[in-house]
């Protein structure tokens, strides 16, 4: 039954994790108890956490799970947010405009009425339809209760070998979390080279990076099935070539998202499956229904198209502009560029904007250059290489896309052309930005604009 309705509106939130508790908390700076009364639902037992930093504590650079953890439920009920864990939403009624949830424990189902709901429901790995799939010591690591039953079940797992199935963002660092805690780990992949984020030619530096640290990389494998011993647990994963033993195998295949309640309720979705909502985050259709984080597409500024990304970034984003509208106030979220950046070890990797492949897919003509530099002046102490490869539309020079793979000071230089691409820049006045320079940080030409430049004397070449 319905909580006594003494107050003004009610919110009802599906998610208790960075999209969702960022409108909570928005929306409750904005109007206090009184005006609105704000339910939040989560299945798990954690709110507000840094799930991108959940193979870091596995791998034990982060030794504290709590330090994950941004915001807790007493915090969040501390605010007046009627924050319930444990607790599933597993049916919407739009046109009653309510929710049905279910004690996770216990198996209690109860209705609550909404006048504005979120959407905030996430998105769950990918798990291959295959036998074995389920088995005890198959993990797929997104929440971090997910990361929680992983190092349970590392802890009870006798033997040394794990397989890692996927080797993008989650799978590469995954491996490198389970080579620290001692394991004897390989990467089944069924790309031509790790990272199918970046172009192949720049995955083949993380793939000699990752053998480097001891990784064992299968490339253009695809993935039969998952073996069990007599005991129902894990014990190989299984190609069409062989099988690779395994005490623990992670699921790093990718994500989809969460949006089987939306889906059921007739709310739209795209073509990747994520909710369709308009620059208020509001679900197209929908006058009180909005969504935000990993369950929703978002407008790709380079491209034109909706994507689905999911990272910690746009969510908390998302949840401020929920939050705010929500709130009586006015926001909007453009769309993204596709920014990300990882390591392997030492190694940083990342990349904005369109791959080649991408860029194919819309019909862009382009060129690419990939250039060779340092993160410092080269006579400097502790200059290492880096390699920069730049796209940039054909006539016009519009910058398209970067990926970066180098050592220390690498990654970050991911931004500057991130904010070139989010302003629409080309390549050749790319290369007049006024960046910062002395010899400890960068060569005179930062390796960014090296690359801008060649992209610059290519497309002028071409036209």
Same mark, same amino acid.
């Given at each position: 039954m319905n909580k006594s309705r003494t107050r003004g509106e009610r919110l009802v939130v599906i998610g208790g994790d960075a999209a969702g508790m960022s409108a909570a908390s928005q929306a409750r700076r904005l109007k206090g108890p009184d005006e609105l009364e704000i339910v939040a639902f989560e299945r798990g037992h954690f709110t507000s956490y840094s799930a991108?930093?959940?193979?870091?504590?596995? #791998?034990?650079?982060?030794?504290? %799970?709590? +330090?994950? !953890?941004? +915001?807790?439920?007493?915090? /969040?009920?501390? +605010?007046?947010?009627?924050?319930?864990?444990?607790?599933?939403? !597993?049916?919407?009624?739009?046109d009653g405009q309510r929710v049905r949830a279910r004690d996770v424990d216990s198996g209690a189902e109860s209705w609550t009425s909404y006048d504005k709901l979120v959407i905030a429901t996430g998105a769950r790995p990918i798990r291959p339809d295959m036998p074995g799939a389920d088995a005890p010591g198959v993990h797929g690591v997104q929440t971090l209760d997910d990361g929680q039953e992983l190092l349970d079940s590392l802890a009870r797992t006798r033997g040394r070998r794990a397989v890692v199935v996927g080797a993008g963002y989650i799978g590469v660092e995954m491996a490198e979390a389970l080579i620290n805690r001692g394991y004897e780990v390989t990467v089944v992949n069924r790309g031509s080279e790790p990272m199918s984020t970046l172009d192949p030619d720049m995955g083949r530096l993380v793939h000699e990076a990752m053998e480097g640290l001891g990784i064992t990389m299968v490339n253009d494998a695809e993935v039969t099935g998952i073996l069990t011993g007599d005991d129902g647990r894990?014990?190989?994963?299984?190609? %069409?070539?062989?099988?690779?033993?395994?005490?623990?195998?992670? $699921?790093?295949? #990718?994500? +989809?998202?969460?949006?089987? $309640?939306?889906?059921?309720?007739?709310?739209? $979705?795209?073509? /990747?499956? #994520?909710?369709?909502?308009?620059?208020?985050?509001?679900?197209?259709? /929908?006058?009180?229904?909005?969504?935000?984080?990993?369950?929703?597409?978002?407008?790709?500024?380079?491209?034109?198209?909706?994507? /689905? !990304?999911?990272?910690?970034?746009?969510?908390?984003?998302?949840?401020?502009? !929920?939050?705010?509208?929500?709130?009586?106030?006015?926001a909007t979220f453009p769309g993204v560029v596709g920014t990300a950046v990882s390591k392997v070890c030492d190694l940083e990797i990342a990349r904005t904007g369109l791959r080649e492949k991408d860029a194919h897919r819309v019909g862009l003509r382009f060129e690419a250059v990939t250039i060779e530099s340092t993160s410092r002046a080269g006579y400097y102490p502790n200059a290492s290489p880096m390699t920069v490869k730049m796209l940039a539309e054909l006539r016009t020079g519009r910058l398209l896309g970067v990926q970066i793979v180098g050592r220390e000071g690498a990654g970050k230089r991911v931004d500057i052309a991130a904010v070139a691409l989010t302003a629409g820049m080309t390549a050749e006045q790319m290369t007049t930005l006024d960046l910062g320079y002395a010899p400890p940080f960068s060569p005179v030409w930062d390796p960014v604009l090296v690359a801008a430049r060649k992209a610059a004397a290519k497309v002028r070449g071409s036209a």
């Open positions: 991108c930093g959940i193979p870091y504590w596995v #791998g034990g650079d982060v030794t504290d %799970r709590d +330090r994950l !953890i941004a +915001r807790t439920p007493e915090e /969040h009920r501390a +605010r007046d947010i009627d924050l319930r864990l444990r607790t599933e939403v !597993i049916e919407l009624d739009l894990v014990r190989a994963v299984a190609t %069409r070539e062989r099988e690779f033993p395994a005490d623990v195998v992670v $699921l790093g295949i #990718g994500v +989809r998202p969460e949006t089987a $309640l939306a889906r059921a309720a007739g709310l739209p $979705l795209g073509t /990747h499956g #994520g909710l369709l909502t308009d620059r208020s985050m509001r679900v197209r259709g /929908h006058e009180n229904v909005w969504a935000g984080g990993d369950c929703v597409e978002v407008l790709d500024l380079v491209s034109g198209q909706e994507r /689905h !990304i999911a990272l910690g970034t746009h969510a908390n984003k998302h949840g401020q502009v !929920i939050g705010t509208n929500v709130g009586g106030g006015y």
